[in-house]
């Protein structure tokens, strides 16, 4: 018997992405047990850039080989793992993506700004204005864990998009969930909101895996198995043994989308978008926001695809029921982000809804179904990360501030701001110290007076969000439309149109809450009549209430990439489109 055994072969050059970022999140944790004190933030930080950089160099040079690209006799797409992952342009492009926004992330991550602070709490696990945490916050201690913790989630998230196996694609959600839960709960301050942030997320959470793992098991009680191309040649084939149960396959992949559609944050499951946007530390926010949307997209394709192309062959009746189904969410979508967005007044908040609503946006380049859905949601992921991250970069910059004698006790409640950082008094005023982040929107009043640059990057932003053209929001959602109205044969014709029309509309609503905060931030005084000086630094004057601390360097760094991809993919757009072009090369 034993000589009968093979041993797999296994190309491990097609894995490297991976194996680099979660390979540097093993040596991560070693280095929190073995590393000194004193150096061990700088040794995590070198790490988790390192890692990121080689994975994206590692994506273009395999995005350079022949067997991945194909040729006019030879196939596209590479099989591993006996199909357990499946290295095709489209996975690439996704991983990529991922791994850019990361890199972008992680900066901000790593900035402790002029405050000498960073994002997150001293002790995690510490209650909340316990003695214990007042004593590692007068210590000086730090969260280094984060940044294995990180490497983690983005491992998973290079995972997702590229299996061909259900089941390795639900482990691959929880090593990318997981992290995610537990930095959701580590904001230095406001720490209850973080925590009750955190136990949304990771209960809601729970439900959508469980949905998940429902829907793969109908899928596998009808296709005899969990691979994506055995589910597409039992979906093809007509006669089939459970030929007359179609609806069984249907509802199981119904429920596999439900689980990716609550990554998404797209409605009905995006109850839990707002809350934890906001309780999570922001720079994770912004992490999350991004990072996450794009592999969880990247995942949704590769199973809608398999299930729509099945479908189309063998009951095209129940294909368009899918079709309803995702009809019917992306309008949702739609409305809600818009709608209730209109309403928000905290900053993280609307940019939550926003998410919901470009998720919606997105989703109607998906329902097309074509190779023009394919390369719009490529770049529309890479467009919306950019200006996410930059947009939450922005906001971790952007402090409120409380004279000293008014000093805020280390215990903290869910709205509280939490214990200050570094009292300021080198100007012989009454001193003040820097809290948490200034959120409400009446206290971006008067910010481009403060501080303008910081005030028109973040305008940009909002403007790309908002589609205006000459940024790269306007050449994403041109896409996105366009290829709903295509249709799924590419030639026009169908009803997607309606859904573009929609999305038209639902930007228009839109225009109107990123333009509210441009006109608060340099056609508004501030209240009370603030300095209308400079403000930087790490204090203010006490009227002020609010002031723009300095980046250490790493958050300056990730607003002006950001910046500069969304004017440069807003007026040059051509070089990434025919990349994302490339990207139509799906593997199912």
């Known amino acids: 018997m034993n000589d009968s055994f093979v041993a797999p072969a296994v190309d491990w050059l097609y894995l490297a992405p991976i194996l680099v970022v979660l390979g540097a999140g093993v040596v991560g944790v070693l280095i929190e047990a073995f590393v000194p004190a004193r150096v061990r933030r700088t040794v995590q930080v070198v790490l988790a850039l390192l890692a990121t950089a080689a994975a994206f160099a590692l994506v273009v040079v395999l995005w350079r080989d022949p067997a991945v690209q194909g040729s006019d006799v030879a196939p596209y797409g590479v099989r591993v793992l006996g199909g357990s992952m499946v290295i095709d342009p489209f996975g690439l492009a996704v991983q990529g993506i991922v791994v850019l926004l990361a890199f972008l992330a992680i900066l901000v991550i790593a900035d402790r700004t002029s405050t000498g602070q960073d994002a997150f709490a001293p002790s995690a696990a510490a209650v909340p204005g316990s003695p214990y945490e007042d004593l590692t916050r007068r210590k000086g201690l730090e969260q280094t864990e984060v940044y294995p913790l990180v490497l983690f989630a983005v491992g998973g998230m290079m995972i997702f998009p590229a299996t061909g196996n259900l089941l390795v694609m639900f482990v691959a959600l929880e090593v990318l969930s997981l992290p995610l839960y537990v930095l959701s709960a580590m904001a230095r301050r406001r720490r209850l909101l973080s925590q009750e942030a955190s136990f949304k997320y990771f209960l809601l959470g729970a439900f959508a895996s469980a949905l998940f793992v429902f829907g793969?098991?109908?899928v596998y009680g009808f296709a005899g198995s969990v691979d994506l191309v055995e589910v597409y040649r039992s979906l093809a084939?007509?006669?089939?043994?459970l030929a007359s149960m179609p609806g069984l396959v249907v509802v199981g992949a119904l429920l596999v989308l439900a689980g990716l559609l609550f990554k998404i944050g797209a409605a009905p499951f995006h109850a839990w978008t707002p809350d934890v946007y906001q309780g999570a530390p922001t720079p994770i926010t912004g992490f999350m926001a991004a990072c996450t949307k794009a592999a969880a997209f990247g995942a949704l394709l590769r199973?809608?695809?398999?299930?729509?192309?099945?479908?189309a062959q063998s009951s095209p009746a129940t294909r368009e029921d899918l079709f309803v189904a995702l009809w019917v969410v992306t309008l949702l979508t739609m409305v809600v982000g818009t709608v209730v967005g209109a309403v928000q007044t905290d900053v993280k908040r609307l940019l939550a809804y926003s998410s919901i609503a470009h998720a919606g946006f997105i989703l109607v380049g998906v329902v097309g179904f074509s190779q023009l859905s394919l390369r719009a949601t490529v770049f529309y992921l890479l467009v919306y990360g950019l200006a996410t991250v930059g947009a939450f970069a922005v906001v971790t910059l952007v402090r409120e501030t409380a004279p000293v004698r008014e000093r805020v006790p280390a215990t903290v409640g869910a709205g509280e701001a939490g214990a200050p950082d570094n009292p300021s008094d080198d100007s012989g005023e009454q001193p003040v110290a820097v809290l948490g982040e200034?959120?409400?929107?009446a206290q971006w009043a008067g910010l481009g007076r403060r501080s303008p640059w910081l005030a028109g990057t973040f305008s940009l932003f909002l403007l790309s969000m908002a589609g205006i053209p000459l940024t790269a929001g306007f050449v994403a959602k041109f896409t996105a439309f366009g290829a709903a109205i295509a249709g799924p044969d590419g030639q026009g014709g169908g009803s997607t149109w309606v859904l573009a029309v929609v999305g038209v509309l639902a930007s228009?609503?839109?225009?109107?809450f990123y333009v509210r905060i441009i006109v608060l931030m340099f056609f508004t005084a501030p209240a009370?009549?603030?300095d209308e000086g400079s403000g930087e630094g790490a204090g203010a004057s006490e009227g002020a209430g609010v002031t723009v601390v300095r980046s250490a360097g790493p958050t300056t760094v990730a607003i002006a990439v950001c910046a500069l991809g969304v004017l440069l993919l807003g007026v040059f757009p051509s070089p990434v489109l025919d990349l994302a072009a490339e990207a139509v090369k799906f593997v199912p």
Do not use: K, N
Not at 237 to 241: A, L, N, V, W
Not at 438 to 441: F, G, N, R
Not at 508 to 512: I, K, S, T
């Open 303 to 311: 199973v809608l695809y398999v299930v729509s192309l099945g479908l």
């Open 508 to 512: 228009a609503v839109a225009v109107f």
């Open 237 to 241: 084939t007509p006669g089939g043994p």
């Open 528 to 530: 009370g009549g603030a």
């Open 438 to 441: 200034a959120t409400h929107l």
């Open 216 to 218: 793969v098991a109908l």
